[in-house]
Nanobody, 127 residues
Framework: QWRLVESGGGLVEPGGSLRLSCTTS????????IGWFREASRRDREAVSC????????YYWPSVKGRFTISRDSAKNTTYLQMNNLKPEDTAVYYC????????????????????WGRGTQVTVSS
């Protein structure tokens, strides 16, 4: 049974940091690119970042580039999203997702590419 579980969300003040984790089970993480997406109230789910199968290639949505860093640890079946200099507009439910991809040439920032999803973790940035 495949499973993705996000953790690490919470309430943080503007300018603060959080590290989200996405722990996977039930499938070989090495065969999948991992993406992070977020969904704010009354808005569509949008891309945040993604990382290739080997972890060597990563892409970021412009609004988070330079502030967020994605990484993965296959030995721990976990992908991380380090979020620094958080802003109120980063407030959302954050989801991780897995994309079974046949090569290690990159990843996609399109939600429709992803096969499996976690249930999300809430991030609130407020003073």
């Amino acid at each position: 049974q495949w499973r993705l579980v996000e953790s690490g969300g919470g309430l943080v003040e503007p300018g603060g940091s959080l590290r989200l984790s996405c722990t996977t089970s039930g499938f070989s993480l090495d065969d999948y690119a991992i993406g992070w997406f977020r969904e704010a109230s009354r808005r569509d789910r949008e891309a945040v970042s993604c990382v290739s199968r080997s972890g060597t290639i990563a892409y970021y949505w412009p609004s988070v580039k330079g502030r967020f860093t994605i990484s993965r640890d296959s030995a721990k079946n976990t992908t991380y999203l380090q979020m620094n200099n958080l802003k109120p507009e980063d407030t959302a439910v954050y989801y991780c997702a897995a994309d079974r991809i046949s090569n290690d040439n990159g990843c996609f920032l399109f939600k429709n590419e992803y096969d499996w999803w976690g249930r999300g973790t809430q991030v609130t940035v407020s003073s």
